[in-house]
């Protein structure tokens, strides 16, 4: 890994997951990012998202967790939950993955996310993700 993911991977809140650990991952934690980091020195893009997901770690602390996929495993993760381009941050509630946010983005559409991830389920915020 790189010193941006190991700072990530350190961070209160986040676990590294493999394809074996994720439904205890995500039983534990019913609100999640999985983040899909992709292969760093093709796609360093994927730094980028890194330095995101661990500020909305820190804005978001106690209310969701991060399960960093292991890179061996991100090929078995993706299908389950609906990602298609790396890097991805899978927004996950309650084993389910609600929205994808793929690549890089702009603040707000990860916060929005967020936003919508934590809202009470059926509640609207009227925004729209960034999964393309």
């Not at 996950?92 to 946010?101: F, H, L, P, S, Y």
């Amino acid at each position: 890994m790189s010193a941006i993911l190991d700072a990530l991977a350190a961070e209160p809140g986040c676990e590294t997951v493999r394809a074996a650990t994720l439904d205890d991952f995500l039983a534990r934690h019913p609100r999640a990012l999985v983040f899909l980091t992709g292969d760093i020195v093709q796609r360093p893009e994927g730094l980028d998202v890194a330095v995101v997901v661990r500020q909305m770690l820190a804005k978001y602390a106690g209310q969701l967790a991060v399960g960093l996929v292991d890179r061996r495993d991100e090929g078995t993760v993706m299908p389950r939950l609906g990602v298609v381009v790396l890097p991805a941050v899978a927004y996950v509630r309650d084993g389910t993955a609600t929205e994808v946010v793929a690549r890089m983005r702009d603040w707000p559409v990860f916060i929005q996310a967020c936003e919508r991830l934590l809202a009470p389920a059926g509640a609207t915020t009227g925004s729209v993700g960034g999964n393309t």
